[in-house]
């Protein structure tokens, strides 16, 4: 007989099959630094220490949960970017990954441009001083006061996702008497391997103006009719957390055709070409992501092997690493609180977070590792699954991750590779207080986004 699905969606507690999860590590204790941040390791107590300081000493001073970011990694990474893609090519930090002031004056000091998808992210940008013609602001509905406010700061770019809004920029700049540098996204038809939720250049999907149909080709008709726009290149995204380089080359191959298309057509080389981010990190020891320097050569011989076939000058390149700069950059710090065994199954370790600091794993069904962190153990390891303090069953921060059986409430446990889409993402669900992030370098620690108090709570609620 078959079985229905449940409205809320599959059965997902159902009982999983023997050898559903991966083998335990031989040694519990170690620390895979493909996954962890690059300061991260055991001292010689077994306690996990970050830029010179402890867990244990983190977690007294700021408490838990907390998310801790390794200054150094970040900077680090920002650098490798930089320096992989050189002077010829522009590296904007995609601020929707994790955005405050501290990174927006990191970014600054390392030489990164930032891109922006909301008001309240543009405002975050300028008031940490980055220089608003290194800013690029995306979105698929930008309000009118959001547009305004972009073009009056000076914003570099504007990416222009739909017909309507190439009106609406090229009136509101007009009005303002400012002529607005401008690229159009488009949409390639490219299926990126990657879950649905993130994968954005397909053609049934919100974002961009398709390819197909030559409606693209429309798009940029009437930028280039517009006299307070001045259309600089192509935007394409065709999602996140990719590993395979050949959706972007399939991606390049067509946005290189519509350049083409637009120089015989118009007579016009357009002297941008934007291929987004959406790299892949190491949220496990399965997963192999490729260096910096490694996308750029990728990147560069692509566009320009598919623009020596067309014969069209190269144009300036840009991507949009937002994840492979700050993902791996940080880790959550938790301490258990119950531990419950289900024989036959597995045990559940339960937190002092979870959903409302990582969605991810309820979203996008996203894997993680976990390790315990404030001491080593020789105990046998245990089948776990790492679950939060919320009131819903899908409230699972790593579904499957051995851990050693002699697991104890108060133990001190991390989550790595959280530095992208968990703040950025976290709720007051439960109205449960949205935990601080700690920077830690040369062995100090300090407050970037202070963890959220009951008076933060309810100074919303007017009663």
Request: hydrophobic share 40%.
């Amino acid at each position: 007989m078959s079985r229905s699905a449940h409205p809320a969606g599959p059965r997902h507690a159902d009982v999983l099959p023997e050898g559903h999860y991966s083998a335990p590590p031989a040694d519990l204790n170690t620390l895979d630094p493909k996954v962890w941040a690059r300061t991260v390791g055991r001292g010689q107590d077994g306690v996990v220490t970050v830029g010179g300081l402890d867990v244990k000493t983190l977690a007294e001073e700021h408490g838990t949960p907390a998310y801790i970011v390794d200054e150094a990694d970040f900077r680090s990474r920002a650098r490798a970017w930089r320096d992989a893609f050189g002077a010829d090519a522009d590296v904007f930090y995609a601020g929707k990954a994790f955005l405050s002031r501290a990174i927006v004056r990191w970014l600054h000091e390392e030489g990164l441009n930032l891109d922006v998808c909301s008001g309240g992210e543009l405002a975050t940008a300028l008031s940490a001083g980055m220089p608003a013609d290194r800013i690029a602001f995306h979105g698929n509905n930008k309000s009118t006061e959001e547009i305004r406010r972009a073009i009056t700061e000076g914003v570099g770019r504007i990416v222009l996702d739909s017909f309507q809004e190439i009106v609406r920029v090229a009136h509101i700049a007009r009005s303002e008497g400012k002529r607005q540098r401008v690229q159009i996204r488009i949409t390639v038809g490219v299926e990126a391997h990657t879950h649905e939720f993130i994968a954005t250049a397909h053609e049934d999907q919100k974002f961009g103006i398709p390819l197909a149909g030559g409606q693209a080709a429309e798009a940029v008709r009437r930028a280039l009719q517009l006299d307070s726009l001045e259309l600089i290149g192509i935007h394409s995204h065709i999602g996140s957390q990719i590993f395979d380089m050949s959706g972007f080359e399939v991606a390049a191959h067509r946005v290189v055709g519509l350049l083409k298309d637009v120089r015989d057509e118009h007579g016009v080389e357009l002297p941008e070409i934007d291929l987004g981010g959406g790299l892949g990190i190491a949220y496990t020891s399965d997963d192999d992501p490729r260096e910096p320097h490694e996308i750029a050569k990728a990147l560069t011989e692509i566009v320009t092997r598919e623009c020596e076939a067309a014969r069209l000058r190269t144009p300036r390149i840009s991507v949009e690493p937002g994840r492979a700069i700050v993902g791996p950059t940080a880790f959550t710090l938790y301490e258990v609180g119950t531990i419950k065994p289900l024989d036959g199954l597995r045990t559940y370790v339960s937190v002092d977070g979870g959903m409302s600091d990582n969605i991810r794993t309820a979203l996008y069904d996203a894997e993680y590792s976990v390790a315990l962190v404030s001491r080593t153990s020789d105990a046998e390891p245990m089948l776990t699954r790492v679950v939060g303090k919320h009131c819903e069953s899908g409230d699972i921060v790593v579904k499957d991750a051995f851990l050693p059986a002699d697991l104890a409430p108060g133990d001190l446990i991390a989550v790595p590779a959280t530095g992208a889409y968990c703040r950025s993402m976290a709720s007051n669900y439960n109205h449960v207080l949205r935990p601080p992030v700690v920077a830690v370098n040369d062995g100090a620690s300090r407050v970037i986004v202070r963890r959220e108090t009951e008076e933060d709570l309810l100074r919303l609620d007017v009663g």
